[in-house]
């Protein structure tokens, strides 16, 4: 496993836009986000390669957020814009170092961060 930190979150309005970060302590092939709503069960959200060629997005969030990387850094990024309070949650970085082939299923990640707080206000 990694140690992956999160970093980003915090309280905005419906419409705002935020960053979300989260750093790995070491190599990563997949890394993706996961969020958990209060009451809900975990969600996929997005995910991305080492190459960051073709990400995969939840339908929920197609258009609005954007996953990105950078290597060097061993950092991922969740571009989030168009905030909606049903995008309420906490929001999970999730990774694989030897998985190369990207997945929405969370059990196929083998490391995870502790989660950072997205409170969207209507």
């Known amino acids: 496993q990694v140690q992956l930190v999160e970093s980003g979150g915090g309280l905005v309005q419906a419409g705002d836009s935020l960053r979300l970060s989260c750093a790995a302590s070491?190599?990563?092939?997949?890394m993706g986000w996961f969020r958990q709503a209060p009451g809900k069960e975990r969600e996929f959200v997005a995910t991305i390669s080492w190459s960051g060629g073709s990400p995969l997005y939840a339908d929920s969030v197609k258009g609005r957020f954007t996953i990105s990387r950078d290597n060097a850094k061993n950092t991922v990024y969740l571009e989030m814009n168009s905030l909606k309070p049903e995008d309420t949650a906490v929001y999970y970085c999730?990774?694989?170092?030897?998985?190369?082939?990207?997945?929405?299923?969370?059990?196929?990640?083998?490391?995870w961060g502790q989660g950072t707080q997205v409170t969207v206000s209507s």
């Open positions: 999730a990774a694989d170092r030897s998985r190369p082939f990207i997945t929405k299923e969370a059990q196929m990640y083998d490391s």
């Open positions: 070491g190599r990563t092939l997949i």
